[in-house]
């Protein structure tokens, strides 16, 4: 499966983005699906989750009751709206995918997933 993410840029502290990353090639509904991030200096971290069903959606302690994960599995896309941004939310954002039996079963570790798209910029100013 490929994976295109999107969405993007420069925002002031306190302010909102929405990702989006748009799955090609495979049958998106077989699919975990998960963002991560990486800021300049630091490792690749989990961000969120969300299983095929889109019932369980794990989220990172740093981002819970802030971030939302969804998917719309009729337009291939996972989504990721980022609310009340901080500076420390810096990083590029990845989205992952990986195949998988369970419709529950949503990993939150790094190697646990196969496919990754090319990542997006996000910039949070103080």
């Known amino acids: 499966v490929q994976l295109q993410a999107s969405g993007g840029g420069l925002v002031q502290a306190g302010g909102s983005l929405r990702l989006s990353c748009v799955a090609s090639?495979?049958?998106?509904?077989?699919?975990?699906l998960g963002w991560f991030r990486q800021a300049p200096g630091k490792e690749r971290e989990f961000v969120a989750g969300?299983?095929?069903?889109?019932?369980?959606?794990p989220y990172a302690d740093s981002v819970k009751g802030r971030f939302t994960v969804s998917r719309d599995n009729a337009e291939n896309t996972v989504y990721l709206r980022m609310n009340s941004l901080k500076p420390e939310d810096t990083a590029v954002y990845y989205c992952a995918a990986r195949g998988s039996s369970s419709r529950y079963s949503t990993p939150t570790a790094l190697y646990e997933y196969e496919y990754w798209g090319q990542g997006t910029l996000v910039t949070v100013s103080s």
């Open positions: 090639g495979r049958t998106f509904t077989n699919y975990v």
């Open positions: 969300i299983s095929r069903s889109g019932t369980y959606t």
